[in-house]
Every structure is written in C-alpha cells, then in structure tokens.
C-alpha cells in the first residue's frame, strides 16, 4: 500500500472530525435559538443533523479500511467551542452560519483528499470501493449541508 495513499486517507479522516465537531456545533448554536417566538425550521435542523450522520458514516468507514489510520503525528483539532446560551438570535445564527461553512471547507478539503486517494488506489478494486462509497457519504453531507444553508431559519408557516 502506498505511503501516499495511506497519507491521503488519514488527512481525510482528521478534516472529517473537524467537519463533524463544526457541524454538531452549529447544529446545537441554531437549536439554542429560543428567545424569538418563532421555533428554529425543523426542516434546516433535520439537514443538519442529516450532515452529520453521513459524516459520522464516512468517519466509521474511514477507521474501517484495511490499514492503521492512526499514526502519532496525526494532527489533534480542538473541539469547537459551544457558546453560552443567548438572547441575540441574530448573533446565534451568525455563529451557526460561520460553524457551517467551516463544515463546508472541511467536507470539501475532505472530498479533494479521497479523490487522490481513489485514483491512488486504482489497483486495489476491493479499497477503491470502500473509498468510492465514503465519497458518497461524503457528497451526501455536502448536498444536505448546502440545502440546510438554502432552507429559511424559522419556521413561519
């Protein structure tokens, strides 16, 4: 196996925990939204919760390939800190908003990582498999993302 493909992969894992933590963040900051009298779109909160099941699905199968994903100079990403509770929802969102489009650039960084990767691993059709459907775990928490992003933020219907 080569040493660049095994490189790709873990790169890939440690952006896809940071987009998990940045997602999981923003969906707690836009669920704190409780001082307006109108709720949080349950519809926004679902695609952000789907955002962070297909990560967590990607992550699993990441840790599941045939070779140690883990090596000591790994990089270690802090957790996002989680803000106190807030009567300014502008400013929730605003935090909710910025926790997402770093999701955004992880799941991105992540996806650019597994494609060198896959065409590493073009000799290997059983790893090129597992690394196609990760990619599609992948694109999957992408387009969730992004629909989340398009969907308003209270419900007002």
Not at 40 to 45: E, F, H, L, R, S
Not at 80 to 93: A, F, G
């Amino acid at each position: 196996m080569s040493a660049t493909l095994v490189t790709n992969v873990r790169t890939a894992l440690a952006y896809t925990v940071q987009a998990i933590r940045f997602a999981d963040s923003a969906l707690i900051l836009f669920l704190e939204l409780s001082a307006f009298p109108l709720p949080p779109n349950p519809i926004k909160v679902q695609f952000y919760q789907d955002v962070v099941d297909h990560l967590t699905e990607a992550y699993l199968a990441m840790k599941a390939l045939p070779f140690d994903t883990y090596f000591p100079s790994d990089p270690v990403f802090p957790n996002t800190p989680i803000v106190p509770q807030s009567e300014d929802n502008q400013h929730l969102i605003n935090l909710s908003d910025n926790r997402i489009s770093l999701a955004l650039d992880k799941i991105e960084l992540t996806i650019n990582y597994l494609d060198q990767a896959i065409v590493q691993s073009e000799e290997n059709e059983a790893l090129n498999g597992q690394l196609f459907f990760i990619r599609f775990s992948l694109l999957a928490a992408r387009d969730a993302l992004v629909s989340g992003l398009n969907e308003p933020d209270f419900s007002v219907g």
